[in-house]
């Protein structure tokens, strides 16, 4: 399970999408059919045209999220839900005959885990409780005083 916020920016990273901790636009230029729907849907401007190249104005986009609702060839995708713990277990237990059939289980990836504590340690509590094997792939990068009490 990847979760989104991390506040390194290591140059090795396999997840740069997830360092925001909010949803964001993800834009696959190669995907891009050149229809020039998200221009018009974009309110913010923050879609251009450069030298004949679709560019996004980060410092413009709202998002809001309208261009990739529109996007037929899929170049522009939400990256990122907001869910609760219980969402996301009930997500991850669909995977159960598989995990009951190879030894797995669950794994916390990112973003970091640890930056959001609270939010881990819940998912981690009730994929134990259904009795999964659970793991966290992390830097260990948190805030110190972190309690695991509720």
Known sequence: MFLKGCPLRCLWCHNPESY???PQLQFNPILCI???VCFERCAAGAH???DGEHRILRDRCRSCFACAEECYARALELVGDEMTPEQVLEEVL???PFYDQSGGGMTLSGGEPMAQPAFSLALLRGARAHGLHTCMETCGFGRPRTSSRP
């Open 48 to 50: 251009i045209e450069i």
């Open 20 to 22: 925001l901790g909010s």
């Open 34 to 36: 050149g229809c020039r």
């Open 94 to 96: 669909k995977d159960r």
